[in-house]
């Protein structure tokens, strides 16, 4: 396995122990090409709602047994995506999984787009509002926390989530992403 962050070659579940994430776990479904690229394509960009559900299953397949009391969140999209698709990607897919497996979902993150910034660039801005996030709602610190998110570039998204739960006191911060894009 590679780390999912660095790509370094790793034995320890696509975490490296150079990189010092925040979160303590990660599963991966695979790269982001073939078959995989095609089936996020039609889902997040062609309307294809029903495909939350093979989704929901590659990542469920990759799963270990998660202890009853673990909860859900689904990476929080921007909301104007969510209008041009006509649902929330991830939030269909968090369900199903939480309902296949008996677990609870939590919509414990959200985008704090009212970060950004007057003097910033267009640019910036973008970068604030993918990185900004808050969390509304109480953390346990001993239950597990499962981020499921779509793909993972180069895991900066991913790891702005993880530390906003952490700093609401999660101690135990986990994330399963259907694919990794390569970064070219
Ligand atoms: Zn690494």
């Known amino acids: 396995m590679v780390c999912i962050a660095c790509r370094h070659p790793t034995s320890d579940m696509w975490l490296c122990k150079s990189c010092n994430l925040p979160y303590e776990r990660a599963w991966v479904v695979g790269e982001r090409d073939g078959v995989l690229q095609r089936l996020i394509g039609l889902y997040k960009f062609q309307h294809a709602r029903e495909a939350h559900k093979i989704l929901g299953d590659l990542l469920l397949g990759v799963l ?4 009853p009391e673990t ?67 109480d953390i346990a610190p001993d239950i597990p926390y499962l981020l499921v998110d779509d793909v993972i570039t180069t895991g900066a998204t991913i790891k702005y989530a993880t530390k906003a739960l952490r700093d609401a006191g999660a101690k135990h911060v986990w994330v399963a992403v259907i694919a990794r894009q390569s970064l070219k």
């Open 64 to 67: 270990p047994d998660l202890p």
């Open 71 to 137: 909860i859900i969140i689904p990476m929080p999209t921007v909301s104007g995506h969510i209008r041009e698709r006509g649902y929330d990607h991830m939030l269909l897919i968090a369900r199903y999984m939480a309902r296949r497996r008996g677990l609870k979902l939590e919509r414990l993150l959200y985008r704090a787009t009212d970060t950004k910034q007057r003097q910033a660039s267009a640019k910036q801005r973008t970068v604030q509002a993918m990185q900004a996030f808050a969390v509304r709602g």
